[in-house]
Structure formats: C-alpha cells, structure tokens
C-alpha cells in the first residue's frame, strides 16, 4: 500500500463501507438483507486485504465469504418459514444487554491495542509468503482441507438441485 496514492483512501473508504454494512445486518428486518449486509462487509474486509498485499488472504475470504452467503441465502429461502426471508423481523434479541456487552468488549480491545507493545520482527521473511502461509494455516492437514473442500462442494450442488423450478412444495403437481 505504501507509494501509491489511492490506496490509503481507497482502505479507509473500504473500512467504513466493511463497519457500516457489519452494522446494518443487525439493523436491518429480514435474514435476506442481513446475509447480503454481512456479504457486503466480508467482500469489503477482503478487499482491505488485497490492499495491504496480503493478496492470498484477501482472495480466499472474498471467494470463500461469497460461496458461504450464497449458500446461506439459498437455504434460507429454501427453508425458512419467512418466505425468502424478506418478512420483517429483528436480528437482536436483548438489545441492552447486547449493547453493555459490545461496549466492554469494544473498550477491552481498545485498550488492549494501545497496551500491547508492537512485535519484534525475528528472521527474515520467507521467500514465498504465499507457501509459508498456507503451511502456517493447514500444516499437515491439507488433505483435511481437501476433503472439506470437496464437501462444500457437493452442499453447494445439492443446494442448486433442490432449488430448481420444482421445489420441495411442488413435489406432487406437475
């Protein structure tokens, strides 16, 4: 980010547009508009993420935050009483003792952030980022991972077929 020009405000715009839609899911009425306000914070953060050239992470929540919303939101209107979950409806359910909560937790963070003495680089960095995070993150368990990918895969596909033209309430006319 350092040495152009548009990127630190083009971070700053994405940071109050990543809070603001992270905000308007618990403001918002209906599960529809709240999956896509937290999409919209997600795509946001990933784009931070670019910005600051961590470019593996900030595709991998992008694509990843994407398919889970999509998923999500097709479920939901798959499987909710609320039909496509646009009926009005409130997200926060004990408004005060979730905004007491919020607040110390805010404050906690808040201070610990002007606390904590910034780290100490030790060694140099590795010569391929992308690797050495990816072995930082999975280590051993690639194959687990794989094994989950394919699994959100096969969810994703089932999730199309039975969102076809003949739902599951149109089972029995043709």
Known sequence: MTGVPWASAAFWTLAVVA???GVAVFRVDS?????????????????????IDLAYLGVLIVLMMIMEMMVMAIFMIMFMMNP????????VHNRRGAAIIAAVV???????????APPVRRGRPPADP?????????GDKMLVMMVVGAA???????????????????????
Do not use: K
Request: glycine content about 8%; aromatic content about 8%.
């Open 19 to 21: 809070v603001t839609s």
């Open 31 to 51: 599960m529809a508009r709240a999956t896509f306000a937290l999409l919209t914070s997600f795509v946001a953060v990933g784009l931070a993420f670019l910005l």
């Open 84 to 91: 496509a979950g646009l009926m009005p409806m409130t997200m």
């Open 106 to 116: 805010f404050a906690l963070l808040a201070a610990g952030v002007f606390a904590a």
């Open 130 to 138: 992308a690797h050495a995070l990816g072995l930082a993150i999975m």
């Open 152 to 174: 959100i895969l096969a969810t994703i596909v089932a999730a199309v077929v039975l969102s076809v033209a003949q739902g599951r309430y149109d089972r029995g006319r043709t």
